[in-house]
């Protein structure tokens, strides 16, 4: 039997601008577009950033009942 687990994450990232940027692009590059949920951005008063990705992930397992 297969079961699919499924777990809801997120991926923070805070800083300046554009190194947030940065970062948050590559991780969504690795990211698979299937697992892709939601992006957050909110700004602070002192200048920086913080982007919240939310995204799934999904494992197929193998479970042999006898």
């Not at 299937?34 to 990705?53: E, F, H, M, P, R």
Request: hydrophobic share 40%; net charge negative; glycine share 4%.
């Amino acid at each position: 039997m297969d079961f699919t687990i499924r777990k809801i994450c997120t991926k923070i990232f805070t800083g300046p601008p554009c190194d947030v940027e940065e970062q948050a692009n590559d991780f969504l590059r690795q990211l698979d577009l299937l697992n892709y949920v939601d992006v957050k951005v909110a700004n602070s008063d002192n200048g920086t950033i913080t982007v919240v990705i939310v995204y799934k992930v999904v494992q197929k397992l193998n479970h042999n009942l006898t």
